[in-house]
């Protein structure tokens, strides 16, 4: 499997990109000297832009950066000016206010490095987070092949609202994909919840409604009146047979030799947490699963991201284009497809999930990956 990983920057640690951006204030400084000699106006007409060199490197230096690129105007600034037949008043009101600049700049790239410190150990913190809310899914689980894409829109966040678990049960391989509704850590909160009890029912329950059920039963107790998650449940109790349980969520994408098919459910069911209002009661589907089926599980964030025309994700039509024998290359050039689609970001949560049942042949499969 292929766990979507973030990469944490630390502030400290200097960057090829951040070096060369680092020279652009000297740049300036430099191009404001030969300004002023080749226009030989004999004033200080161009030396005050001097101050355009540390006020820049305040974004891209640390203060003692900042701090050397000051004296270097300083310096430049007054060994122009002596040379212009200015006021002495005038040349040290002149240097002042570019010593002014660059003590106000080294204070604010001194702020700067202290939010994106911050900013590390709350990245660090939220990704130890989802680590531990979504667990990262192995390659192989019982049977199945398996790849996991998921992609907060609060890339400071890196969680969300949506879900995912897989886990081998007594009962066969059993997992979930849902949506919860809202944004922030209540949505965070509900997801943990949501999945703290599908893992405890899914080893317990022999029936997958009833692990609906235990999911819904304390949804009812700790949730708002107006909120909601809406879910697949899915198992694989026996060969050739794939249980689905679809509570409000988008249909999962059958990809078989007949091509790709969105598994509707027989009886639309309300949200888990919205039982109370009445509707449909979950019904359990049997869909047929044989060897090279996959089965493609998805959040709203995926089919609802639009692009600059507002258009829809037609995802759909983008599986069979990526669709293969690896389901991680498969995820991966969707998820690229995707991020294409809307123009390199995402305004909402988008989890993936792909399961694939592999053509058995005499060699024996290899031994499962525990999932921690």
Same mark, same amino acid.
């Given at each position: 499997m292929i766990q979507a990983r973030y990469l944490l920057s630390d502030p400290d640690r200097p960057h090829a990109p951040a070096q060369l951006a680092a020279a652009v204030p000297v740049l300036i400084i430099c191009g404001v000297a030969l300004l002023d000699v080749f226009t030989?106006?004999?004033?200080?007409?161009?030396?005050?832009?001097?101050?355009?060199?540390?006020?820049?490197?305040?974004?891209?230096?640390?203060?003692?950066?900042?701090?050397?690129?000051?004296?270097?105007?300083?310096?430049?600034?007054?060994?122009?000016?002596?040379?212009?037949?200015?006021?002495?008043?005038?040349?040290?009101?002149?240097?002042?206010?570019?010593?002014?600049?660059?003590?106000?700049?080294?204070?604010?790239?001194?702020?700067?490095?202290?939010?994106?410190?911050?900013?590390?150990?709350?990245?660090?913190?939220?990704?130890?987070?989802?680590?531990?809310?979504?667990?990262?899914?192995?390659?192989?689980?019982?049977?199945?092949?398996?790849?996991?894409?998921?992609?907060?829109?609060?890339?400071?966040?890196?969680?969300?609202?949506?879900?995912?678990?897989?886990?081998?049960?007594?009962?066969?391989?059993?997992?979930?994909?849902?949506?919860?509704?809202?944004?922030?850590?209540?949505?965070?909160?509900?997801?943990?919840?949501?999945?703290?009890?599908?893992?405890? +029912? %899914?080893?317990?329950?022999?029936? *997958?409604?009833? =692990?609906? @059920? !235990?999911?819904?039963?304390?949804? $009812?107790?700790? /949730?708002?009146?107006?909120?909601?998650?809406?879910?697949?449940?899915?198992?694989?109790?026996?060969?050739?047979?794939?249980?689905?349980?679809?509570?409000?969520?988008?249909?999962?994408?059958?990809?078989?030799?007949?091509?790709?098919?969105?598994?509707?459910?027989?009886?639309?069911?309300?949200?888990?947490?919205?039982?109370?209002?009445?509707?449909?009661?979950?019904?359990?589907?049997?869909?047929?699963?044989?060897?090279?089926?996959?089965?493609?599980?998805?959040?709203?964030?995926?089919?609802?991201?639009?692009?600059?025309?507002?258009?829809?994700?037609?995802?759909?039509?983008?599986?069979?284009?990526?669709?293969?024998?690896?389901?991680?290359?498969?995820? +991966? %050039?969707?998820?690229?497809?995707? *991020?294409?689609? =809307?123009? @390199? !970001?995402?305004?909402?949560?988008? $989890?993936?999930? /792909?399961?694939?049942?592999?053509?058995?042949?005499?060699?024996?499969?290899?031994?499962?990956?525990?999932?921690?």
């Open positions: 030989g106006s004999g004033g200080m007409s161009w030396l005050p832009l001097l101050a355009v060199g540390p006020a820049l490197a305040a974004a891209i230096c640390g203060p003692w950066g900042v701090l050397r690129i000051g004296l270097l105007a300083v310096a430049i600034g007054g060994f122009l000016s002596a040379q212009s037949d200015t006021a002495v008043r005038g040349r040290a009101i002149m240097l002042a206010a570019v010593a002014a600049v660059t003590l106000a700049s080294c204070l604010a790239s001194l702020l700067r490095r202290r939010r994106e410190r911050v900013l590390a150990a709350v990245r660090s913190v939220a990704e130890a987070a989802q680590n531990a809310l979504l667990r990262p899914v192995p390659a192989r689980v019982g049977q199945f092949q398996v790849a996991v894409r998921y992609s907060a829109a609060a890339a400071e966040a890196r969680v969300g609202g949506d879900l995912y678990a897989l886990v081998p049960t007594p009962y066969g391989v059993r997992l979930i994909v849902g949506d919860v509704r809202g944004k922030g850590l209540p949505a965070v909160s509900t997801a943990a919840l949501v999945l703290g009890v599908f893992r405890e +029912a %899914a080893y317990d329950e022999p029936d *997958l409604l009833d =692990v609906v @059920g !235990r999911i819904e039963r304390s949804l $009812a107790r700790n /949730l708002a009146p107006d909120d909601f998650v809406t879910a697949v449940v899915a198992g694989y109790p026996r060969s050739g047979r794939m249980e689905v349980v679809n509570c409000g969520h988008a249909p999962p994408l059958l990809v078989n030799r007949s091509g790709v098919v969105a598994v509707e459910p027989t009886r639309p069911a309300p949200p888990l947490g919205l039982a109370s209002l009445g509707g449909e009661l979950p019904s359990l589907q049997m869909v047929p699963f044989d060897d090279g089926d996959q089965m493609l599980l998805y959040t709203d964030g995926v089919i609802e991201a639009r692009d600059r025309g507002r258009e829809y994700f037609p995802l759909m039509e983008r599986v069979p284009r990526h669709i293969c024998d690896e389901p991680s290359r498969t995820l +991966a %050039a969707l998820h690229d497809d995707l *991020l294409d689609h =809307v123009g @390199g !970001r995402l305004h909402d949560d988008a $989890a993936l999930l /792909l399961l694939r049942k592999p053509v058995t042949s005499g060699v024996p499969a290899p031994a499962e990956a525990p999932l921690s």
